[in-house]
């Protein structure tokens, strides 16, 4: 893609939210009157699609330059993002392992949760995401006060999921992690997450710090664009969970 104006960045990031925000109403009231599991995965793999290429900036990957001097900032630049993907892509054997536990324990029912809490924990993620995504792009140009606003918010974010998630979410089941195939499901699948969710407040908090220190510029601020990517991959991974642990089918009663 094309170098565009911050303005033009902000605007863009802007519409991507709000597309992610009405495929979530969408799949929301899908599971509510259709039900159909065919159209949630749709659905979801829409959202992922819109995430991956627009946050995730994954097309970066395809824009290497294999000529550029092995000891410039560009090709190791290059190398990282590169060596992130691969992170993600061995990380995602994990995920996708507890989705096929999930797939084959439960079938066509979920385990009986609190919509309303999944749908604001959801909604959470979702908005942090957008604040990343506008932190990276003020890094990429120039604007350090909005880089700070922004990623102080998608951190206190971050923590209002895992509070969502583990303090009221696990609180409030009526069931635990040893109660039958819903309880082993549940817990491995929320708990792996919110795993992933704490280390990237840490890297948050460690980027933010970093950037009021004065350690990035436009020019360099690879720790950015790995913490927003890293982000937009735990993301990315709710967006299939969310349907599968609370949407998909009925609820075991």
Same mark, same amino acid.
């Given at each position: 893609?094309?170098?565009?104006?911050?303005?033009?960045?902000?605007?863009?990031?802007?519409?991507?939210?709000?597309?992610?925000?009405?495929?979530?109403?969408?799949?929301?009231?899908?599971?509510?009157?259709?039900?159909?599991?065919?159209?949630?995965?749709?659905?979801?793999?829409?959202?992922?699609?819109?995430?991956?290429?627009?946050?995730?900036?994954?097309?970066?990957?395809?824009?290497?330059?294999?000529?550029?001097?092995?000891?410039?900032?560009?090709?190791?630049?290059?190398?990282?993002?590169?060596?992130?993907?691969?992170?993600?892509?061995?990380?995602?054997?994990?995920?996708?392992?507890?989705?096929?536990?999930?797939?084959?324990?439960?079938?066509?029912?979920?385990?009986?949760?609190?919509?309303?809490?999944?749908?604001?924990?959801?909604?959470?993620?979702?908005?942090?995401?957008?604040?990343?995504?506008?932190?990276?792009?003020?890094?990429?140009? +120039? @604007?350090?006060? !909005?880089? $700070?606003?922004?990623?102080?918010? #998608?951190?206190?974010?971050?923590?209002?999921? *895992?509070? &969502? =998630?583990?303090?009221?979410?696990?609180?409030?089941?009526?069931?635990?992690? +040893? @109660?039958?195939? !819903?309880? $082993?499901?549940?817990?491995?699948? #929320?708990?792996?997450?919110?795993?992933?969710? *704490?280390? &990237? =407040?840490?890297?948050?908090?460690?980027?933010?710090?970093?950037?009021?220190? +004065?350690?990035?510029?436009?020019?360099?601020?690879?720790?950015?664009?790995?913490?927003?990517?890293?982000?937009?991959?735990?993301?990315? =991974?709710?967006?299939?969970?969310?349907?599968?642990?609370?949407?998909?089918?009925?609820?075991?009663?």
């Amino acid at each position: 893609m094309a170098h565009i104006t911050k303005s033009a960045a902000f605007r863009l990031g802007l519409l991507v939210f709000g597309a992610l925000a009405a495929l979530t109403v969408v799949e929301f009231v899908l599971a509510l009157y259709l039900n159909i599991w065919q159209l949630l995965l749709l659905v979801a793999i829409l959202k992922a699609g819109l995430v991956l290429y627009y946050y995730m900036h994954i097309y970066r990957l395809f824009q290497a330059d294999t000529t550029l001097d092995h000891n410039s900032y560009a090709y190791k630049l290059a190398t990282n993002r590169l060596g992130l993907w691969l992170f993600f892509i061995s990380d995602s054997f994990v995920f996708g392992g507890l989705m096929i536990a999930r797939i084959n324990l439960l079938g066509l029912t979920h385990p009986h949760l609190e919509q309303t809490v999944g749908l604001i924990v959801t909604a959470v993620l979702l908005i942090s995401s957008f604040f990343m995504n506008r932190a990276e792009t003020a890094m990429a140009h +120039g @604007d350090r006060k !909005q880089f $700070a606003i922004s990623t102080a918010i #998608t951190l206190a974010l971050g923590i209002l999921f *895992l509070i &969502g =998630v583990v303090g009221v979410e696990w609180q409030i089941a009526p069931f635990g992690p +040893g @109660d039958g195939a !819903q309880g $082993a499901v549940f817990y491995s699948m #929320t708990g792996f997450h919110a795993f992933h969710v *704490l280390t &990237g =407040v840490i890297f948050l908090a460690i980027v933010l710090r970093n950037g009021l220190r +004065g350690r990035y510029s436009p020019e360099k601020h690879w720790g950015v664009e790995a913490c927003a990517i890293y982000w937009h991959f735990v993301d990315v =991974v709710w967006i299939f969970y969310y349907p599968a642990l609370y949407l998909v089918g009925t609820a075991i009663a």
